[in-house]
């Protein structure tokens, strides 16, 4: 049997997982028994797996997400106010594809970005493409981007990406060069593409936080009416995870 020669095409073919599995077979006598379209089939799955493993590892990867947080992790007690039928049917990805936007809002140390980065998980298994930014760190980069000439290239960037986060949303003061290049974004997106912002920032104080109110009216009338609201209520967990004693008075 000429298996060396087979083994070589499926390693040009980059069928990697296919070869490993074959040779697997190969070597242990109890797939001997196993009908041939069982042992084909068994082949095939583990070279689907392995592709779909080094999807997700890419989707992750492009994404840089905060936390390495997942569905399974996600704390839903009714104590911290999820609907959690609405978080599991939002896991799906569906929103993604219909372009609409979540808004996670919440005091600071909630939960926020664990549960954002919860649901990019999910989005990235769906093979969706994901982009995590810290907004203050994003402006920063887009100010750069202004410097050198490649802002038309990375807003191109935005643009093609099926779900962008803003984490720590309107946190601090915007100008309204930034407010502009907030708009310009969430312009190219609307209606094309997925967006999620998590804020401890109420929503009815956001309008407040743009100098300009016509460009305030133009990114919330973007971002929030076609938007699922989740919002968690409790206590700071990184107080509560806190590994030093509470005190007693």
Request: a positive charge.
């Given at each position: 049997m000429l298996t060396q020669p087979l083994l070589d095409k499926l390693s040009r073919l980059r069928l990697t997982a296919f070869r490993a599995a074959l040779e697997e077979q190969l070597h242990n006598p109890q797939y001997a028994a196993l009908p041939f379209e069982d042992r084909l089939g068994i082949l095939i799955d583990r070279e689907c797996t392995h592709r779909d493993d080094k999807r997700l590892e890419r989707r992750l990867k492009t994404a840089r997400l905060r936390l390495p947080a997942t569905i399974e992790d996600l704390d839903m007690s009714a104590s911290r106010g999820l609907d959690r039928s609405l978080v599991l049917h939002l896991t799906q990805g569906e929103w993604i594809a219909q372009h609409l936007n979540i808004l996670v809002l919440g005091p600071?140390?909630?939960?926020?970005?664990?549960?954002?980065?919860?649901?990019?998980?999910?989005?990235?298994?769906?093979?969706?493409t994901?982009?995590?930014?810290?907004?203050?760190?994003?402006?920063?980069?887009?100010?750069?981007?202004?410097?050198?000439?490649?802002?038309?290239?990375?807003?191109?960037?935005?643009?093609?990406?099926?779900?962008?986060?803003?984490?720590?949303?309107?946190?601090?003061?915007?100008?309204?060069?930034?407010?502009?290049?907030?708009?310009?974004?969430?312009?190219?997106?609307?209606?094309?593409?997925?967006?999620?912002?998590?804020?401890?920032?109420?929503?009815?104080?956001?309008?407040?936080?743009?100098?300009?109110?016509?460009?305030?009216?133009?990114?919330?009338?973007?971002?929030?009416?076609?938007?699922?609201?989740?919002?968690?209520?409790?206590?700071?967990?990184?107080?509560?995870?806190?590994?030093?004693?509470?005190?007693?008075?």
């Amino acid at each position: 049997m000429l298996t060396q020669p087979l083994l070589d095409k499926l390693s040009r073919l980059r069928l990697t997982a296919f070869r490993a599995a074959l040779e697997e077979q190969l070597h242990n006598p109890q797939y001997a028994a196993l009908p041939f379209e069982d042992r084909l089939g068994i082949l095939i799955d583990r070279e689907c797996t392995h592709r779909d493993d080094k999807r997700l590892e890419r989707r992750l990867k492009t994404a840089r997400l905060r936390l390495p947080a997942t569905i399974e992790d996600l704390d839903m007690s009714a104590s911290r106010g999820l609907d959690r039928s609405l978080v599991l049917h939002l896991t799906q990805g569906e929103w993604i594809a219909q372009h609409l936007n979540i808004l996670v809002l919440g005091p600071t140390g909630v939960g926020k970005t664990f549960l954002t980065c919860a649901l990019a998980h999910s989005a990235c298994r769906y093979d969706f493409t994901v982009r995590y930014y810290r907004t203050s760190r994003l402006l920063h980069q887009i100010s750069l981007a202004h410097a050198d000439g490649s802002y038309p290239k990375l807003l191109g960037t935005f643009a093609r990406t099926q779900l962008l986060i803003f984490d720590d949303w309107l946190r601090d003061p915007l100008t309204r060069s930034q407010s502009q290049d907030l708009l310009e974004i969430l312009d190219d997106r609307y209606g094309r593409s997925a967006t999620l912002v998590a804020t401890q920032v109420p929503v009815s104080e956001w309008h407040a936080r743009f100098p300009d109110p016509t460009i305030a009216d133009a990114i919330l009338d973007r971002l929030v009416h076609n938007a699922y609201r989740l919002t968690l209520r409790g206590e700071s967990r990184r107080k509560t995870d806190s590994p030093l004693p509470m005190p007693t008075t």
